[in-house]
């Protein structure tokens, strides 16, 4: 009997990848343009999917890269705050009115931070806080 000689079918080329291929996290940081480490902070922090747990690695579906990739709020084309950012305004100032108090205070006696934390009954670095603003508010 004579067995019957079947060859391997010959890969695609230039065929697109499959959209289940797994990737790696530098094969997934060049998709998106970051590093690899990038991608695994990523996954940490919920941005991308956690991944698959295969043979000792992380793997990432394509599809999920791309997903990413596509979805227009990516953090590594908007680095760091931007003008108008929420998060870049100065602090308010607030109005405390310890610091009158303690000004007037401190005209009439010297006081000490640590008579401030018991009497308002706050930690010794608020009460520096509030001495030093006191100091400010009775200069103004």
């Known amino acids: 009997m004579e067995a019957a000689l079947r060859l391997a079918p010959e890969l695609a080329t230039g065929t697109d990848p499959h959209p289940s291929d797994l ?10 343009g970051i590093d690899s480490s990038t991608v695994r902070a990523y996954a940490t922090t919920g941005y991308l999917p956690k991944g698959t747990d295969r043979h000792g690695r992380t793997w990432w579906p394509r599809h999920t890269v791309l997903a990413r990739r596509d979805a227009g709020d990516q953090r590594h084309q908007n680095p760091g705050q931007q003008p108008g950012d929420p998060r870049n305004r100065a602090p308010r100032p607030r109005h405390d009115p310890r610091i009158a108090e303690i000004a007037d205070q401190a005209r009439r006696s010297p006081l000490t931070t640590t008579a401030i934390a018991q009497r308002y009954q706050v930690r010794d670095r608020t009460a520096q806080r509030l001495l030093a603003a006191a100091r400010q508010h009775a200069t103004d």
């Open 23 to 32: 990737l790696t996290d530098k094969e997934a940081g060049a998709l998106l």
